[in-house]
């Protein structure tokens, strides 16, 4: 694994390794931020049932 | 130290703690990830009769393991609400679920993708990833469950009663999908097994679980603040946070 | 029917099973659609897989299997469905009787009406299309076996899924997963025999599993009914 050529061919099977990868990549990223982003909507649709209620 | 214990039971408690020690976890496993795909990718050298494709090992055996461990934790979360009536327990569990269902879905890819190269096929009649999949089914249908039921606490605590039997057939299962791989194998090595490890590749193996795991703990605490706010919305911190939230 | 106000809990549980055998008999009708089904499903296999007599004979035992267990899944939701309509099931779980004795009484009248019909006309589509004794008998016996255990859990999905909104199709996503021990178990025993190896093995994992069901189910399914109805 000396070049970095060899590094992203990983032994001819490149498409499963990277594959993989890249899978995971995109399960870990979206279960980390799907959260976040229902959390500021749950926060703001709060918000506006609270506004709603006390007219203030 | 129970005082401190105690502290995540209490649904504003854990609210407050999650909101610093799930960054905090983030940016460990990100930590983690570094050290761990530098010693798989890089490090660890070539498996001599599976090459580089052996590196998915790090992804496909710490999502697998994960799956498990996350079924564990959904059960035993949903048994403190179940029968000590602990609300973070109800709270946990629903939350822990998608997650789970997550792990197992790229443990089973995964798998096909190292199946593929190695054995020909897409989808090979393996114990493991057939117990995986069944594995999928279960969380699917913990989530269609709860998602079926109006009340959360109800829906929580009728969840927790099928997750504990769960888990009660988990093994069953895992016994029952052995014994029907091996009726015309033989009792052979599973597919999946690795006979003996060399350190150098089971460092890094190592440091992606625990990478993972840190993750899941993180993701698990960003999901349950959801999960907190959408079971509790009616009580007056609730609605104390989302006002000074909306001040920000 | 016996009050049961001051009466024990086998007098209880003879009431309740009294009361739903009597229902399934005033719908008696509706014992036939499980059955059709069972039959509609078999019959379409020989159509997709095409006449060839060998293969057939050789499959039809795991086919007979599956379509056990699609048809179970049809007859579970009138375990508690009925109950939970009329009012009758919260007064059940409020009854001093053990509720997980009464469930047992359920699963046994779900195993009587919807389960052992099933297994009767299995062994003779079996017979009719030439599946050799030995086979036949290791197939019936793993049914035999195994159903207690469909019965039992299935009863454990209908409570968990009383009264939803897609229940039917809940049920089955629940509950089929928790099948698969039974289904390896008994149609291995079928295809052994068909070899004719010996069955010892699957029939004896077959009836641990419906002691184990027997005993852990019913404490599960009244927790599910517990849960449920708040």
Redesign the interface.
């Known amino acids: 694994m000396s070049t970095l050529a060899e590094f992203f061919a990983m032994g001819g099977y490149a498409v499963y390794v990277w594959s993989s990868y890249a899978l995971a990549a995109v399960v870990l990223i979206w279960n980390a931020v799907q959260p976040l982003r229902r959390e500021r909507r749950l926060l703001q649709t709060l918000a506006g049932r609270t506004r709603r209620r006390q007219p203030s | 130290m129970f005082e401190g214990l105690h502290k995540f039971a209490s649904p504003p408690h854990f609210h407050a703690i999650s909101r610093w020690l799930s960054p905090t976890l ?1 940016g460990v496993s990100l930590l983690l990830f570094a050290l761990g795909l530098v010693g798989g ?2 490090l660890a050298p ?1 498996d001599y009769q599976q ?3 052996f ?2 090992i790090y ?2 055996v710490p ?1 697998a393991w994960l799956s498990m461990f996350v079924y564990m934790v959904m059960a035993g979360a949903g048994a403190c609400g ?1 029968i000590w009536k602990m609300k973070m327990g109800d709270i946990v569990a629903r939350a822990a679920a ?2 789970g269902a ?2 197992t ?2 443990a089973l ?2 798998g096909s ?2 199946g ?2 190695m054995w020909g096929a897409w989808w090979v009649w393996d114990a493991r990833l057939t117990s995986e999949l ?1 594995l999928l ?2 969380y ?2 913990y989530i ?2 709860q998602a ?2 109006e ?1 959360r ?2 829906a929580a ?2 969840g ?3 997750a ?2 769960g888990v ?2 988990i093994p ?2 895992h ?3 052995e ?2 791989s091996t ?1 015309h194998q033989g009792p052979t090595v599973t597919k999946f097994d690795q006979p003996s490890i060399a350190t150098s590749m089971l460092i890094p193996l190592l440091t992606m679980t625990l990478a993972f795991k840190a ?1 899941f703990i ?2 698990l605490l ?2 349950t ?2 999960e907190i ?2 079971f509790e ?1 009616h009580t007056s911190w ?2 104390e946070l ?2 000074a ?2 001040a920000r | 029917m016996s009050a049961a106000a001051h009466g024990t809990a086998l007098d209880a549980a003879r009431a309740v099973l009294g009361r739903d055998l009597s229902r399934a008999w005033r719908r008696r009708a509706e014992i036939l659609q499980p059955l059709v089904f069972f039959a509609i499903t078999v019959y379409l296999f020989p159509l997709a897989i095409g006449p060839a007599e060998q293969t057939l004979r050789t499959l039809l035992p795991a086919i007979v299997w599956v379509a056990v267990l699609l048809s179970m899944t049809l007859t579970l939701p009138d375990v508690f469905a009925a109950d939970h309509a009329d009012g009758s099931l919260d007064l059940l779980a409020l009854s001093p009787q053990p509720l997980a004795l009464l469930v047992l009484t359920k699963a046994l009248a779900h195993w009587l009406v919807g389960a052992a019909p099933l297994l009767v006309l299995a062994a003779a589509m079996c017979a009719v299309f030439g599946v050799d004794a030995y086979t036949l008998r290791a197939l019936m016996l793993g049914l035999v076996l195994g159903s207690p255990v469909l019965s039992l859990i299935g009863a454990l999905g209908s409570a968990l899924t009383v009264g939803l909104r897609g229940g039917t199709l809940l049920l089955a996503l629940i509950t089929l997963p928790m099948y698969i021990p039974v289904l390896i178990f008994g149609t291995s025993a079928a295809r052994n025999a068909s070899l004719g190896l010996p069955v010892e093995a699957e029939m004896y994992l077959l009836s641990g599993l419906s002691v184990l069901a027997l005993t852990l189910t019913p404490w599960a399914t009244a927790a599910a009914l517990r849960a449920r109805l708040g």
């Open positions: 983030y990718l890089v070539a090459g580089d494709s590196r998915i992804i496909h999502s179940l998608p997650l997550s792990f879905f790229l890819v995964t993708l190292w593929k190269p069944i089914f279960l699917l249908g269609a469950l079926a039921i009340d606490r109800v605590r009728t927790a009663v099928l504990i039997v009660v057939n069953i299962i016994y029952s999908v014994w029907w009726l993750f993180a993701a960003v999901r603040r959801c706010l959408e919305q609730v609605r989302v006002r939230e909306a």
